[in-house]
Protein backbone atom coordinates (compact mmCIF):
# COMPACT_ATOMS: atom_id res chain seq x y z
CA UNK A 1 0.00 0.00 0.00
CA UNK A 2 1.09 3.21 -1.03
CA UNK A 3 1.58 6.59 1.42
CA UNK A 4 -1.17 8.21 -0.59
CA UNK A 5 -3.61 5.35 -0.12
CA UNK A 6 -2.70 5.11 3.49
CA UNK A 7 -3.28 8.80 3.96
CA UNK A 8 -6.70 8.01 2.47
CA UNK A 9 -7.61 5.50 4.37
CA UNK A 10 -7.13 7.14 7.92
CA UNK A 11 -8.85 10.27 5.94
CA UNK A 12 -11.88 9.39 5.22
CA UNK A 13 -15.39 11.88 4.28
CA UNK A 14 -18.85 10.55 5.10
CA UNK A 15 -21.87 12.52 3.94
CA UNK A 16 -24.82 13.07 6.04
CA UNK A 17 -28.43 13.77 5.07
CA UNK A 18 -30.01 15.79 8.09
CA UNK A 19 -32.34 13.49 10.02
CA UNK A 20 -35.40 15.11 11.96
CA UNK A 21 -37.33 12.31 12.69
CA UNK A 22 -36.54 8.95 14.88
CA UNK A 23 -34.32 7.63 17.33
CA UNK A 24 -30.99 8.61 18.37
CA UNK A 25 -28.28 7.77 20.51
CA UNK A 26 -26.12 9.87 23.00
CA UNK A 27 -23.81 8.83 25.44
CA UNK A 28 -25.57 9.03 29.12
CA UNK A 29 -22.92 11.25 30.12
CA UNK A 30 -24.05 14.29 27.76
CA UNK A 31 -27.63 14.12 30.23
CA UNK A 32 -25.38 16.30 32.83
CA UNK A 33 -22.78 17.57 30.68
CA UNK A 34 -21.49 21.40 31.46
CA UNK A 35 -21.53 23.63 28.44
CA UNK A 36 -22.82 26.84 27.42
CA UNK A 37 -24.69 26.71 24.33
CA UNK A 38 -27.35 28.90 22.34
CA UNK A 39 -30.53 27.42 21.72
CA UNK A 40 -29.37 26.64 17.91
CA UNK A 41 -26.48 25.59 18.56
CA UNK A 42 -27.42 23.10 20.82
CA UNK A 43 -30.20 22.34 17.90
CA UNK A 44 -27.72 22.03 14.91
CA UNK A 45 -25.15 19.35 17.54
CA UNK A 46 -27.95 17.48 18.28
CA UNK A 47 -28.84 17.17 14.54
CA UNK A 48 -25.76 16.70 13.68
CA UNK A 49 -25.86 13.95 15.71
CA UNK A 50 -29.09 12.10 15.10
CA UNK A 51 -27.71 12.67 11.11
CA UNK A 52 -25.07 10.15 11.78
CA UNK A 53 -25.18 6.33 11.10
CA UNK A 54 -24.89 5.21 14.90
CA UNK A 55 -23.24 1.82 13.65
CA UNK A 56 -20.81 3.93 12.00
CA UNK A 57 -17.11 3.43 12.99
CA UNK A 58 -15.08 6.21 12.47
CA UNK A 59 -11.61 6.54 11.37
CA UNK A 60 -9.22 8.20 13.39
CA UNK A 61 -9.51 11.37 11.29
CA UNK A 62 -12.92 11.12 9.83
CA UNK A 63 -14.60 14.32 8.33
CA UNK A 64 -18.59 15.04 8.10
CA UNK A 65 -19.88 16.39 5.17
CA UNK A 66 -23.41 17.59 4.28
CA UNK A 67 -25.39 20.66 2.47
CA UNK A 68 -25.62 23.67 4.88
CA UNK A 69 -28.72 24.84 3.42
CA UNK A 70 -30.16 21.29 3.62
CA UNK A 71 -29.63 21.63 8.02
CA UNK A 72 -31.13 25.17 8.13
CA UNK A 73 -34.68 23.64 5.98
CA UNK A 74 -34.52 20.85 9.41
CA UNK A 75 -33.86 23.94 12.04
CA UNK A 76 -36.17 26.06 10.35
CA UNK A 77 -33.91 28.95 9.86
CA UNK A 78 -35.91 30.96 7.72
CA UNK A 79 -33.75 33.62 6.54
CA UNK A 80 -34.29 35.36 2.92
CA UNK A 81 -30.20 34.85 2.35
CA UNK A 82 -27.33 33.46 3.48
CA UNK A 83 -28.89 30.48 5.32
CA UNK A 84 -26.33 28.34 4.97
CA UNK A 85 -23.70 30.57 5.97
CA UNK A 86 -25.87 30.79 9.18
CA UNK A 87 -25.52 26.98 9.87
CA UNK A 88 -21.93 27.36 8.85
CA UNK A 89 -21.76 29.78 11.95
CA UNK A 90 -23.15 28.04 14.32
CA UNK A 91 -20.87 25.35 13.80
CA UNK A 92 -18.54 27.43 14.21
CA UNK A 93 -19.46 28.36 17.57
CA UNK A 94 -19.46 25.07 18.37
CA UNK A 95 -15.62 24.77 17.43
CA UNK A 96 -15.43 27.18 20.10
CA UNK A 97 -17.60 26.10 22.97
CA UNK A 98 -16.46 23.55 25.12
CA UNK A 99 -18.28 20.38 26.30
CA UNK A 100 -16.92 18.82 29.74
CA UNK A 101 -18.19 15.25 30.13
CA UNK A 102 -17.88 13.53 33.89
CA UNK A 103 -18.96 10.07 35.14
CA UNK A 104 -20.82 9.34 38.40
CA UNK A 105 -18.49 9.99 41.14
CA UNK A 106 -17.56 7.02 43.03
CA UNK A 107 -16.89 6.97 46.77
CA UNK A 108 -14.08 9.03 47.20
CA UNK A 109 -15.69 11.67 45.15
CA UNK A 110 -13.50 10.71 41.84
CA UNK A 111 -14.71 10.88 38.65
CA UNK A 112 -13.28 10.21 35.05
CA UNK A 113 -13.21 13.58 32.85
CA UNK A 114 -13.58 14.40 29.24
CA UNK A 115 -13.07 17.94 28.16
CA UNK A 116 -13.01 19.17 24.64
CA UNK A 117 -14.58 21.59 22.09
CA UNK A 118 -17.34 20.36 20.27
CA UNK A 119 -15.73 20.54 16.74
CA UNK A 120 -12.52 20.29 16.21
CA UNK A 121 -12.04 21.78 12.64
CA UNK A 122 -14.68 22.83 9.83
CA UNK A 123 -14.43 24.65 6.36
CA UNK A 124 -17.91 26.04 4.28
CA UNK A 125 -17.94 26.59 0.74
CA UNK A 126 -20.15 30.17 0.36
CA UNK A 127 -20.84 28.68 -3.40
CA UNK A 128 -21.72 25.01 -2.75
CA UNK A 129 -22.71 25.54 0.30
CA UNK A 130 -20.93 22.32 1.72
CA UNK A 131 -19.91 22.32 5.22
CA UNK A 132 -16.81 20.17 6.56
CA UNK A 133 -16.84 19.25 10.08
CA UNK A 134 -14.50 16.65 12.05
CA UNK A 135 -14.87 16.01 15.42
CA UNK A 136 -12.24 15.88 18.21
CA UNK A 137 -11.43 11.92 17.95
CA UNK A 138 -11.38 10.79 21.23
CA UNK A 139 -15.19 11.87 21.41
CA UNK A 140 -16.24 9.30 19.60
CA UNK A 141 -16.37 7.04 22.13
CA UNK A 142 -19.50 8.89 23.12
CA UNK A 143 -21.31 9.12 19.80
CA UNK A 144 -20.76 5.26 17.92
CA UNK A 145 -20.62 1.85 19.00
CA UNK A 146 -22.39 2.29 22.66
CA UNK A 147 -22.52 0.07 24.70
CA UNK A 148 -26.09 -1.53 26.25
CA UNK A 149 -27.05 0.84 29.64
CA UNK A 150 -24.76 3.12 28.79
CA UNK A 151 -26.63 5.63 26.25
CA UNK A 152 -29.98 7.39 26.48
CA UNK A 153 -32.21 7.23 23.51
CA UNK A 154 -34.32 10.25 22.48
CA UNK A 155 -36.45 11.61 19.54
CA UNK A 156 -34.84 14.13 17.52
CA UNK A 157 -37.96 15.47 17.15
CA UNK A 158 -38.70 16.04 20.66
CA UNK A 159 -35.71 18.50 21.03
CA UNK A 160 -36.08 20.42 17.99
CA UNK A 161 -39.60 21.28 18.93
CA UNK A 162 -38.65 22.68 22.03
CA UNK A 163 -38.16 26.30 21.96
CA UNK A 164 -35.50 27.32 25.04
CA UNK A 165 -32.50 25.95 26.32
CA UNK A 166 -33.30 25.19 29.27
CA UNK A 167 -36.36 23.26 28.48
CA UNK A 168 -33.67 20.95 25.79
CA UNK A 169 -31.26 20.34 28.51
CA UNK A 170 -34.30 19.58 31.37
CA UNK A 171 -35.76 17.57 29.17
CA UNK A 172 -32.63 15.41 28.05
CA UNK A 173 -31.00 15.49 31.94
CA UNK A 174 -34.94 13.57 33.30
CA UNK A 175 -35.25 11.36 30.46
CA UNK A 176 -31.88 9.79 31.55
CA UNK A 177 -33.36 9.58 34.54
CA UNK A 178 -36.15 8.06 33.19
CA UNK A 179 -34.22 5.45 31.53
CA UNK A 180 -32.69 4.70 34.61
CA UNK A 181 -36.09 4.37 36.72
CA UNK A 182 -35.46 7.26 38.65
CA UNK A 183 -38.30 9.51 39.53
CA UNK A 184 -37.79 11.06 42.61
CA UNK A 185 -34.27 12.98 43.29
CA UNK A 186 -33.55 15.52 46.09
CA UNK A 187 -33.26 19.29 44.60
CA UNK A 188 -29.82 19.98 45.17
CA UNK A 189 -28.89 16.82 42.95
CA UNK A 190 -31.25 18.18 40.37
CA UNK A 191 -29.45 21.87 40.61
CA UNK A 192 -26.14 20.42 40.63
CA UNK A 193 -25.97 17.75 38.20
CA UNK A 194 -28.03 20.25 35.54
CA UNK A 195 -25.82 23.52 36.65
CA UNK A 196 -28.45 25.95 35.60
CA UNK A 197 -28.28 29.45 37.25
CA UNK A 198 -26.74 27.90 40.56
CA UNK A 199 -26.27 31.14 42.76
CA UNK A 200 -30.42 31.56 42.37
CA UNK A 201 -33.34 30.16 45.21
CA UNK A 202 -34.85 27.66 44.55
CA UNK A 203 -37.68 29.61 43.90
CA UNK A 204 -36.16 31.61 40.88
CA UNK A 205 -34.77 28.21 39.57
CA UNK A 206 -38.24 26.95 39.38
CA UNK A 207 -39.46 30.07 38.03
CA UNK A 208 -36.89 30.24 35.43
CA UNK A 209 -36.38 26.28 34.95
CA UNK A 210 -38.76 24.27 36.18
CA UNK A 211 -42.52 25.83 35.16
CA UNK A 212 -41.39 27.01 31.74
CA UNK A 213 -40.06 23.59 30.64
CA UNK A 214 -42.80 21.73 31.83
CA UNK A 215 -45.22 23.80 29.82
CA UNK A 216 -43.04 23.69 26.37
CA UNK A 217 -42.27 19.77 27.04
CA UNK A 218 -46.50 19.14 27.22
CA UNK A 219 -46.86 21.39 24.48
CA UNK A 220 -44.26 20.65 22.40
CA UNK A 221 -43.28 16.71 22.29
CA UNK A 222 -45.58 13.55 22.60
CA UNK A 223 -45.65 13.36 26.48
CA UNK A 224 -48.52 15.69 26.90
CA UNK A 225 -48.90 14.24 30.88
CA UNK A 226 -45.32 15.18 31.63
CA UNK A 227 -45.10 16.37 35.21
CA UNK A 228 -43.18 17.54 37.79
CA UNK A 229 -43.94 18.67 41.45
CA UNK A 230 -41.81 19.32 44.76
CA UNK A 231 -42.73 18.51 48.09
CA UNK A 232 -42.77 22.09 49.42
CA UNK A 233 -46.07 23.56 51.04
CA UNK A 234 -47.47 26.64 53.45
CA UNK A 235 -44.35 26.86 55.75
CA UNK A 236 -42.31 23.98 54.45
CA UNK A 237 -39.41 24.28 52.16
CA UNK A 238 -39.13 22.01 49.04
CA UNK A 239 -36.33 19.96 49.45
CA UNK A 240 -37.16 17.01 46.63
CA UNK A 241 -39.10 16.39 42.77
CA UNK A 242 -41.14 13.89 41.92
CA UNK A 243 -41.11 13.42 38.19
CA UNK A 244 -42.95 11.39 35.19
CA UNK A 245 -42.65 11.64 31.64
CA UNK A 246 -46.51 10.21 30.14
CA UNK A 247 -46.29 9.45 26.78
CA UNK A 248 -49.36 10.25 24.65
CA UNK A 249 -50.74 6.89 24.36
CA UNK A 250 -50.62 5.31 21.39
CA UNK A 251 -52.13 1.85 22.26
CA UNK A 252 -55.38 4.00 22.60
CA UNK A 253 -54.64 5.58 19.12
CA UNK A 254 -53.18 2.99 16.88
CA UNK A 255 -53.22 -0.20 19.11
CA UNK A 256 -56.51 -0.39 20.40
CA UNK A 257 -56.93 -4.18 20.68
CA UNK A 258 -53.53 -5.04 21.43
CA UNK A 259 -52.60 -6.63 25.17
CA UNK A 260 -50.84 -3.68 27.07
CA UNK A 261 -48.08 -5.74 27.56
CA UNK A 262 -47.36 -6.19 24.05
CA UNK A 263 -47.54 -2.52 23.68
CA UNK A 264 -45.28 -1.60 26.20
CA UNK A 265 -42.58 -4.29 24.16
CA UNK A 266 -43.31 -2.55 20.93
CA UNK A 267 -42.27 1.13 22.63
CA UNK A 268 -39.24 -0.18 24.09
CA UNK A 269 -37.92 -1.74 21.14
CA UNK A 270 -39.21 0.72 18.32
CA UNK A 271 -39.60 4.49 17.32
CA UNK A 272 -42.56 6.28 17.25
CA UNK A 273 -42.86 6.45 13.26
CA UNK A 274 -42.07 2.55 13.10
CA UNK A 275 -44.94 1.95 15.42
CA UNK A 276 -47.16 4.58 13.21
CA UNK A 277 -45.89 2.48 10.31
CA UNK A 278 -47.20 -0.50 12.21
CA UNK A 279 -50.56 0.53 13.16
CA UNK A 280 -51.27 1.09 9.09
CA UNK A 281 -49.89 -2.60 8.68
CA UNK A 282 -52.21 -3.97 11.49
CA UNK A 283 -54.99 -2.83 9.05
CA UNK A 284 -53.45 -5.14 6.28
CA UNK A 285 -53.01 -8.05 8.31
CA UNK A 286 -50.10 -7.66 9.98
CA UNK A 287 -49.78 -8.97 13.73
CA UNK A 288 -47.24 -7.63 15.99
CA UNK A 289 -47.23 -10.50 18.45
CA UNK A 290 -45.21 -12.56 15.41
CA UNK A 291 -42.27 -9.63 15.53
CA UNK A 292 -41.13 -11.37 18.48
CA UNK A 293 -36.80 -10.83 17.70
CA UNK A 294 -37.32 -11.00 14.24
CA UNK A 295 -36.34 -7.74 14.00
CA UNK A 296 -33.80 -7.23 16.49
CA UNK A 297 -30.68 -5.89 14.92
CA UNK A 298 -32.61 -4.62 11.90
CA UNK A 299 -31.88 -0.40 11.09
CA UNK A 300 -35.21 1.23 11.11
CA UNK A 301 -34.96 2.83 7.32
CA UNK A 302 -34.78 -0.77 6.02
CA UNK A 303 -38.24 -1.46 7.96
CA UNK A 304 -39.72 1.28 6.10
CA UNK A 305 -38.97 0.67 3.34
CA UNK A 306 -39.66 -3.34 2.90
CA UNK A 307 -43.57 -2.34 4.64
CA UNK A 308 -43.82 -0.14 2.04
CA UNK A 309 -43.34 -2.84 -0.74
CA UNK A 310 -45.83 -4.81 1.10
CA UNK A 311 -48.44 -1.95 0.78
CA UNK A 312 -47.19 -1.47 -2.48
CA UNK A 313 -47.90 -5.00 -3.32
CA UNK A 314 -51.86 -4.50 -1.94
CA UNK A 315 -52.48 -1.47 -3.78
CA UNK A 316 -51.55 -3.22 -6.93
CA UNK A 317 -53.48 -6.71 -6.40
CA UNK A 318 -56.52 -4.84 -4.85
CA UNK A 319 -56.44 -2.81 -8.33
CA UNK A 320 -56.21 -6.00 -10.06
CA UNK A 321 -59.01 -7.71 -8.56
CA UNK A 322 -56.41 -10.67 -6.85
CA UNK A 323 -56.24 -9.20 -3.03
CA UNK A 324 -55.32 -12.36 -1.06
CA UNK A 325 -56.59 -13.01 2.45
CA UNK A 326 -55.08 -10.41 5.35
CA UNK A 327 -53.00 -13.17 6.55
CA UNK A 328 -51.11 -13.85 3.79
CA UNK A 329 -50.28 -10.05 3.81
CA UNK A 330 -49.12 -10.44 7.82
CA UNK A 331 -46.74 -12.72 6.48
CA UNK A 332 -45.16 -10.80 3.75
CA UNK A 333 -44.37 -8.07 6.20
CA UNK A 334 -42.68 -10.13 8.02
CA UNK A 335 -40.47 -11.70 5.39
CA UNK A 336 -39.97 -8.51 3.76
CA UNK A 337 -37.85 -7.13 6.20
CA UNK A 338 -36.00 -10.02 6.82
CA UNK A 339 -35.41 -10.91 3.28
CA UNK A 340 -34.69 -7.17 2.40
CA UNK A 341 -36.83 -7.34 -0.34
CA UNK A 342 -36.09 -3.67 -1.22
CA UNK A 343 -32.77 -4.25 -0.95
CA UNK A 344 -32.60 -6.85 -3.36
CA UNK A 345 -34.52 -5.29 -6.16
CA UNK A 346 -32.77 -2.18 -5.65
CA UNK A 347 -35.58 -0.08 -4.66
CA UNK A 348 -34.38 0.63 -1.16
CA UNK A 349 -33.83 4.59 -1.80
CA UNK A 350 -36.88 4.99 -3.78
CA UNK A 351 -39.27 2.64 -1.23
CA UNK A 352 -37.68 4.75 1.94
CA UNK A 353 -38.43 7.86 0.78
CA UNK A 354 -42.34 6.69 -0.45
CA UNK A 355 -42.71 4.50 2.96
CA UNK A 356 -41.22 7.85 4.79
CA UNK A 357 -44.34 10.55 3.34
CA UNK A 358 -46.59 7.42 3.90
CA UNK A 359 -45.74 8.03 7.45
CA UNK A 360 -45.27 11.59 7.64
CA UNK A 361 -49.09 12.03 5.74
CA UNK A 362 -50.44 9.19 8.78
CA UNK A 363 -49.07 11.77 11.40
CA UNK A 364 -50.20 14.72 9.70
CA UNK A 365 -53.64 13.29 10.21
CA UNK A 366 -52.94 12.49 13.78
CA UNK A 367 -51.87 15.93 14.35
CA UNK A 368 -54.19 17.31 12.69
CA UNK A 369 -57.25 15.23 14.25
CA UNK A 370 -55.40 16.83 17.94
CA UNK A 371 -55.43 19.79 16.82
CA UNK A 372 -59.14 19.72 16.41
CA UNK A 373 -60.36 18.11 19.79
CA UNK A 374 -58.23 20.64 21.48
CA UNK A 375 -60.32 23.59 19.35
CA UNK A 376 -63.17 21.41 20.73
CA UNK A 377 -62.25 21.21 24.35
CA UNK A 378 -61.12 24.87 24.06
CA UNK A 379 -64.87 26.13 22.79
CA UNK A 380 -66.29 23.93 25.82
CA UNK A 381 -64.07 25.46 28.68
CA UNK A 382 -64.92 28.83 26.84
CA UNK A 383 -68.39 27.86 27.35
CA UNK A 384 -68.33 26.72 31.04
CA UNK A 385 -66.15 29.98 31.89
CA UNK A 386 -68.96 31.85 30.91
CA UNK A 387 -71.70 30.65 32.40
CA UNK A 388 -69.50 30.44 35.75
CA UNK A 389 -69.20 34.23 35.42
CA UNK A 390 -72.88 34.52 34.96
CA UNK A 391 -73.40 31.74 37.88
CA UNK A 392 -71.51 34.41 40.09
CA UNK A 393 -73.13 37.40 39.19
CA UNK A 394 -76.97 35.95 39.22
CA UNK A 395 -76.07 34.54 43.24
CA UNK A 396 -78.17 37.02 45.58
CA UNK A 397 -76.31 37.71 48.27
CA UNK A 398 -77.84 35.02 50.73
CA UNK A 399 -76.94 32.14 47.61
CA UNK A 400 -73.64 33.38 47.80
CA UNK A 401 -73.37 33.23 51.59
CA UNK A 402 -74.46 29.81 51.42
CA UNK A 403 -72.26 28.78 48.52
CA UNK A 404 -69.23 30.05 50.21
CA UNK A 405 -69.91 28.17 53.69
CA UNK A 406 -70.56 25.15 51.79
CA UNK A 407 -67.39 24.96 49.66
CA UNK A 408 -65.02 27.19 52.93
CA UNK A 409 -62.63 24.49 52.86
CA UNK A 410 -61.93 25.05 49.10
CA UNK A 411 -62.00 28.43 48.59
CA UNK A 412 -59.88 28.57 51.99
CA UNK A 413 -57.20 26.05 50.27
CA UNK A 414 -56.84 27.84 47.08
CA UNK A 415 -56.24 31.13 48.80
CA UNK A 416 -53.21 29.50 50.75
CA UNK A 417 -51.60 31.58 53.48
CA UNK A 418 -53.18 34.75 52.94
CA UNK A 419 -56.59 33.29 53.59
CA UNK A 420 -60.50 33.99 51.55
CA UNK A 421 -61.36 37.61 52.18
CA UNK A 422 -65.21 37.04 52.06
CA UNK A 423 -66.31 40.73 52.39
CA UNK A 424 -64.16 40.74 48.90
CA UNK A 425 -65.70 38.25 47.33
CA UNK A 426 -69.19 39.70 48.71
CA UNK A 427 -68.60 42.56 46.82
CA UNK A 428 -68.03 40.86 43.50
CA UNK A 429 -65.16 43.07 42.27
CA UNK A 430 -63.36 41.17 39.42
CA UNK A 431 -60.07 43.21 40.70
CA UNK A 432 -60.57 40.94 43.58
CA UNK A 433 -58.60 37.53 43.23
CA UNK A 434 -61.59 36.10 45.62
CA UNK A 435 -63.57 36.77 42.35
CA UNK A 436 -61.62 34.65 40.80
CA UNK A 437 -61.03 31.96 42.72
CA UNK A 438 -65.03 31.88 43.05
CA UNK A 439 -65.10 32.05 39.52
CA UNK A 440 -62.57 28.91 39.16
CA UNK A 441 -64.22 26.84 42.36
CA UNK A 442 -68.34 26.80 40.24
CA UNK A 443 -65.91 26.75 36.83
CA UNK A 444 -65.12 23.17 38.58
CA UNK A 445 -68.13 22.10 39.73
CA UNK A 446 -70.10 22.68 36.60
CA UNK A 447 -67.51 20.85 34.55
CA UNK A 448 -68.23 17.98 37.01
CA UNK A 449 -71.80 18.08 36.59
CA UNK A 450 -72.30 18.75 40.00
CA UNK A 451 -74.53 22.15 39.72
CA UNK A 452 -76.37 23.06 35.93
CA UNK A 453 -76.14 25.40 33.73
CA UNK A 454 -78.21 28.43 35.41
CA UNK A 455 -81.54 29.02 34.12
CA UNK A 456 -82.71 31.43 37.39
CA UNK A 457 -81.18 34.12 39.03
CA UNK A 458 -80.97 31.64 41.99
CA UNK A 459 -78.58 28.87 42.25
CA UNK A 460 -80.15 27.02 44.82
CA UNK A 461 -84.14 27.61 44.01
Known sequence: MSAQEERQLAHRSVFLIPKDAGPMTIAQEFATAKYALSKNQLKAWYLFIASMDEHHVPEQ????????????DKLNINATKARGMIVAELFTKLSQNYIDLRSREDSSGEQNIYHANFISELSYNRKTHI??????????????NLREGTYLSLDIEDI??????????????????????????SIDRLRKEMGLYPDSSYKEFKRRVITPSIEEIRYHTKYKNFFIDDDGGPGRKATTIVFGFTKQAIADTYFPNLAPTLVKQLREKFSERILVLFSMACEEGFEPSYIKDNFDGIPEDRIVSNFHLVFDRITKDERMGKKKELDVYGRYFIAAVKQDWAGASHQTKTALKKGTARIENKQLEEHMREAQEQEENQDRANFYLKHA???????????????????????????????????????????????????QIVLGKMMAGEIPTPKTNSLFE
Do not use: W
Open 160 to 185: LALDTIVSMRLFIYLRNLDRLNIHEL
Open 131 to 144: LEVSIPPRLNQYLF
Open 61 to 72: STTYVFDAVRFA
Open 389 to 439: KDYVAAMTLSDLLTFMKRNASQLDYLAGRRGFNREHACSRKKTYREYRLLT
